[in-house]
């Protein structure tokens, strides 16, 4: 299975700030919309960079109660891992174990198209795995 087939379920809705959001109006979003990194962009498809709820603890960590006032591109990863929606799921899989990342902004010639976090990818593969019991399940039960 590709990264388009998580799209097609979950859409290719991205959240997305500008570089000068304040790291309190990131907070904001991330609560509000229940999810765990915005993509930094200048336009909403140019990708400059992500901003992670590991990279605000860790900001936390250094810089206290200031971290809320900091902007997105004073922390951001300026080079996130990416895909791209031709990926497979199990090269998504095995990106996000290597680089230690919960969430892959796919990109497509060179424009941001979708995100792709690991719960995305546990889904998938919770749904494959029971599509495949189903499937073993009705050839049991048709030979019987």
């Known amino acids: 299975m590709k990264v388009t087939s998580i799209l ?4 290719s809705q991205v959240a997305t700030v ?8 990131i907070v904001r979003t991330l609560t509000v919309k ?3 990194a915005v993509v930094v962009s200048d336009d ?3 990708l400059l960079g992500l901003v992670s709820e ?10 206290g109660a200031r971290t809320l006032d900091l902007r997105a591109s004073d922390l951001m990863t300026r080079r996130p891992v990416t895909c ?3 990926d497979s799921v199990t090269r998504l899989m095995a990106d996000m174990t290597r680089h230690r990342v919960r969430h892959l902004p796919v990109v497509e010639d060179g424009r941001l198209r979708g995100m792709v976090s690991i719960g995305d990818v546990v889904k998938h593969r919770l ?9 073993l399940r009705e050839g049991f039960i048709a030979r019987h």
């Open 127 to 135: 749904d494959e795995l029971e599509t495949e019991a189903n499937i």
């Open 18 to 25: 500008k570089p000068d959001a304040t790291v309190g109006s």
């Open 34 to 36: 229940s999810i765990g």
């Open 54 to 63: 590991r990279d605000i603890v860790q900001a936390l960590g250094v810089y």
């Open 44 to 46: 909403g498809a140019n």
């Open 84 to 86: 791209h929606p031709d």
């Open 8 to 11: 097609k379920v979950k859409g």
